[in-house]
């Protein structure tokens, strides 16, 4: 009799525990398969130190095949799912398609960044999902800061040397945290950038930060951030984005290069795909994770719509903390249907909260104990590196070494701006050109024209700016506009066709950019803690 065959589509945290539990559980008794674009599971609660140079990103990546020997791994992104004929069909690094067949199906393809109807952000702000947006950010920062240096315009400085972050979430409020930690350090031992004075905006609509967690853990974090010198703005978003800045909802215009996007995320496209009963762009699932109709077929993570059982009629919200043991749970659910044995019902209970504001500064509230300052900071560290699967040793010393010497503030410039597109379905990939798009992900819509909201110019400056400036405002002749190509890559930065400022170390400023739980008994407690959705709806979060 042949073993049975185990899709596991998606190697997040709902993913990649599920195929750990399943490896575990099986013993050699059932093929399984894992589909996902890169060979790693992310480690999302660190990626914000990778932006600012603090963790090398190996660091925060976990091999696949190296830490599931007995998992066939398959690289590519899913295009489909045959329910009827019971495959999957996805396509390869190099745009070949393929497909697998399957006796048990675990859809865990996780969340994209979420895009909200504001004119100019699909075009000029970057999110913050996947390692090609931190790496891409960590450049950027680093050019930015470098060529405010050698501005002789005080407003141009000033513009280059501001940041602006939108969602005051758990990865917008860590992204601000460390960014100013960054940027100051690599103007405190430069005498030559004494005029360089780096300005973070932290935005949301929201009347905290943190909104979703505990107020005191909401408080330390507005302290710390302040007192560092971010410009916590509550009650106030983007209204509409430039190439010259943003102009933020109170009606102030301020001039930037630079706009993270940490509004939340939405349930990856391919579970609505499928054309099943879906809540809020989420796969409805019983409690078991299964899909009803479809007892070949569970669910978990951001995907996945699963019952709270301690909230009758809701559903428990997108973030790591659940994903993660989701992931446990939908394991020894698939071993479970495969050996007649009882489907077990997902529970959860918080642990408690960590957030890391860089340097020695944390919030944290284990088991319910508010904790602040260094004590915070050594328990959320301590919390990460027992979450992590991996890297330990390789994480413990970078941080031990980022006290002892220099930061290093350079820029690479291997990830372009055209690469990283806030509205891709796949920021685990920097794109590529010749890339294949995946059939569910949607082409970018064209954004009606409308007058934009910049700072008064006279004619010669503006001539000047579009000569030699970083931001181009007109299309030049037989060039199409960036969204109206597909994937929303503009035509002058393609390789083979980019002006000398466009070279690695000048990216134009127009097209500059934007997780986690408590503790399990097992061999790994649920990485990081618990993240916000930044908004009311249940169906979108921040993870």
């Known amino acids: 009799m042949s073993r049975p065959r185990i899709v596991i589509v998606g190697a ?64 590519g992104e899913a295009d489909g799912i045959d329910l009827d004929g019971r495959t999957v069909r996805y396509t390869d690094p190099e745009g070949n398609p393929g497909s697998l067949g399957y006796d048990r199906l675990v859809l865990a393809a996780g969340s994209v960044n979420k895009l909200l109807p504001v004119p100019g952000v699909a075009e000029h702000a970057h999110g913050f999902r996947g390692l090609p947006e931190a790496l891409y950010l960590r450049d950027h920062v680093t050019r930015q800061m470098e060529l405010a240096a050698a501005a002789d315009d005080p407003e141009s400085r000033a513009a280059r040397c501001t940041f602006v972050v939108v969602g005051a979430g758990y990865t917008g409020t860590e992204v601000a945290a460390h960014g100013q930690l960054f940027t100051d350090a690599q103007v405190r031992k430069h005498p030559l950038r ?18 979703e967690l505990d107020e005191r853990l909401s408080r330390t974090a507005d302290r710390v951030l302040r007192e560092r010198g971010v410009d916590v703005r509550m009650g106030t978003s983007v209204k509409e984005a430039t190439p010259d800045g943003v102009l933020l909802t109170d009606g ?36 078991s994770l299964q899909v ?58 918080d642990m408690g909260f960590v957030v890391d504001l860089g340097g020695a500064q944390a919030a944290a509230n284990p088991l319910g104990v508010p904790l602040s300052g260094p004590v915070a900071g050594a328990v959320t560290r301590g919390y990460h590196l027992a979450a992590m699967p991996g890297n ?33 379905a796949s920021p685990e990939l920097a794109r590529v050109p010749g890339r294949p798009q995946r059939q569910h992900e949607e082409p970018p819509q064209q954004q009606p024209e409308k007058e934009t909201h910049m700072r008064p110019t006279d004619s010669a400056e503006k001539a000047a700016q579009n000569e030699t400036g970083p931001a181009e405002a007109r299309p030049r002749p037989g ?8 994937g929303g890559e503009p035509a002058k930065n393609q390789p083979g066709g980019e002006p000398a400022r466009n070279q690695p170390g000048g990216e134009p400023a127009r097209n500059q950019p934007g997780p986690a739980p408590g503790g399990l008994p097992e061999e790994h407690p649920a990485p990081g803690p618990v993240k916000r959705t930044d908004a009311p709806d249940p169906a979108e979060g921040d993870s």
């Open 252 to 287: 102030e215009f301020v001039a930037t290069r630079t706009l993270v996007w940490c509004v939340g995320v939405r349930p990856d496209p391919l579970a609505a795909s499928l054309g099943l009963p879906m809540e809020r762009g989420r796969l409805l699932v019983e409690p």
């Open 392 to 424: 330990r040793i390789r994480v413990a010393a970078d941080w031990l070494l980022d006290t002892l010497l220099p930061r290093q503030a350079v820029q690479l410039g291997l990830v372009r701006s055209w690469s990283v597109p806030l509205e891709s």
């Open 194 to 211: 004494k005029d360089v004075r780096p300005r973070w905006m932290l935005l949301d609509v929201a009347d905290r930060v943190l909104p």
């Open 12 to 75: 997040g945290f709902a993913g990649y525990r599920t195929a750990r539990t399943l490896a575990r559980l099986a013993r050699g008794r059932a093929d399984i398969t894992v589909l996902n674009p890169t060979g790693y599971f992310l480690y999302l609660p660190l990626l914000p130190q990778v932006a600012a140079g603090l963790l090398e990103p190996r660091r925060v990546t976990i091999s696949l095949s190296g830490t599931l020997p007995q998992v066939r791994l398959v690289l």
């Open 292 to 349: 009803p109709g479809q007892p070949e077929v569970f669910a978990c993570g951001d995907a996945a719509a699963v019952p709270d059982l301690d909230k009758p009629g809701g559903y428990t919200p997108m973030t790591a903390q659940h994903a993660w043991r989701q992931g446990t749970v939908a394991g020894r659910n698939v071993a479970a249907s495969l050996s007649g044995g009882e489907l077990l019902p997902y529970r959860h209970k």
């Open 479 to 486: 060039v199409e506009e960036a969204r109206a190509r597909p």
